[in-house]
DNA sequence: ACCTGAACACCGTTCAAGT
DNA sequence: ACCTGAACACCGTTCAAGT
């Protein structure tokens, strides 16, 4: 009796590195097994079939992602410190959002936010059918902001520029000077924190 | 000298069916090429290779997209509307928005609504900065949204169902009221349009 | 308990050859 | 100009067989 040449925690291990070098297609179960210098049928003992992997490789991401943590003083400073907190955490490890957002596990990577959140709307009063509104509001708000990041940022180099697209923009109506600034490149992180505080100003009012 | 059995439209036909029917991962050059009873590398005449029929695809889709159309009295209701109207187009299409998202062009569907919302916001009177701010953040509300619900959809029947997750809520601080409610489903319609509504009336202020 | 090898049904793409 | 067939390098998965 030899000892085992893989375990269940270095496959997860191998898969892990794949992904986080070179992206989430990159994960096959053949490359992953000449990785690890065994036959690609040693994986499925182990781990099961790839939905299966990729499953225990979500959990086990969501498990290191860890608590937000808020700080400020009035409950309107805390929540915009947790959607800040939230989107820099998404940012941190740009190959969870991949793994997560394709197995569909958006929702599960949420909850401690959601939670940190809750907590600070209830902090400030607000009751249960108003207070679940802005919990969710900010959430929504704070997430499909980041994922379309993603998908804008994943966008290859446009063949219409985006200063040419607003080239032509004051013969449809559109004031020359607007038009201007919405041929610049964005600052996402500006955008971002403004976009937040209305919309919670919005909410709390 | 016979007819063609196929053409660049023909095939790019074949594949919008392919992709409403049965998803964008159905679409496969030799599935393709099976549905038009011809040799695979017959569609590799006519299109070049599967990215460029991708990326044909896109232009198609997006070119039948059509513009957003305004309505309302003042601009914040315009501004509203403009919003309501590009989530209502993204649901109406739901194979689009797979397809455009995966190939990276979101920017270039989000473009038609853009520009529907700098000519409101001009009306509005705001500058090119505050305007420009504006624009973009209801835009980035509005399509973050939507890829989140998209997100949040897919996801498998939760092992910890919604409920659950919300059950132990009062023990870490969670105001029961809050709780129970956001254990509750998502009204997606409603928290949309409060949400939007939040947003433009803190960014307009 | 743990691993291999062969086999099956899929992929995208290239290339020489046919009409 | 338009299409075929063979070939190559990839996939995920199952199954019988080995130790």
Redo the contacts between chains.
Sequence with gaps: MNTPRVSRESVLDAAMRLVEEQGFEALSMRRLAAELGVAVTAIYWHVGNREALIAQLVDRVLAQLGDVAPAGRSPRQRIIAVGKALRRMIHDHPHVIALV?EH?????MM?PA??AL??E??AAG????R???V???VL??V??????ER??R???E?HPTTAE?WRD?DE????P??????G?P?DQDR?FE??L???????L?
């Excluded at 607000?126 to 059918?129: E, S």
């Excluded at 997430?143 to 379309?148: A, K, P, R, W």
């Excluded at 000077?177 to 919405?182: K, P, Q, T, V």
């Design positions: 957002y569909g596990r958006t929702a599960l909850l959601e939670r809750a907590r709307v209830g607000l009751d249960g059918r207070g679940a509104v919990v969710r509001a929504h708000h997430v499909g902001y980041v994922l379309l998908a804008v994943r966008g290859p446009q697209l923009a449809i109506g559109i004031e000077g607007l038009a201007r600034e919405l610049r964005v955008l403004l976009s505080r209305a919309l919670v100003d919005g909410l009012r």
